[in-house]
């Protein structure tokens, strides 16, 4: 099966680039970090909305960069094993510790209301 082409990229020596012409003629190319299609893909979803703001240089470079690079790193750790968390579970202590079964309140039920009505009705 052959793989649509993802818009904004080339790949070079197996591994997906970035690429795109910004307003002022010059180019910008950065490696995706990636081999995989499908991860290539994913990013690339993420990156497209912010494309028009970098080509026509609203976005500085420096802030795209740090934003494409924090993108593939979470990226990355997200695809190691999405079902096993690779950090620590923080359990609050309000559920660790056993809480005091709280006294129930006094509540107006259906039954009772009908029984207040009949009383006043009558």
């Known amino acids: 099966m052959r793989l ?10 197996g591994n997906y680039y970035i690429q795109i012409r910004l307003s ?12 995989s299609y499908r991860e290539a893909s994913a990013l690339m979803i993420n990156i497209i909305p912010h494309l ?16 494409l690079c924090n993108l593939i790193a979470s990226e990355r750790k997200a695809s190691r094993n999405p079902l096993l968390p690779q950090q620590q579970i923080i359990v ?3 559920i660790v510790e056993p809480q005091t079964p709280a006294e129930p309140e006094k509540v107006l039920t259906l039954s009772n209301a009908w029984a207040m009505y009949n009383v006043v009705a009558h």
Do not use: N, Q, W
């Open 4 to 13: 649509k082409s993802l818009p904004y990229t080339f790949k070079r020596y």
């Open 24 to 35: 002022d003629g010059r180019s910008y190319k950065k490696s995706l970090s990636t081999d």
């Open 52 to 67: 028009p703001f970098v080509k026509s240089l609203a976005t500085p470079i420096p802030v795209f960069d740090s934003f």
């Open 92 to 94: 609050p202590a309000e």
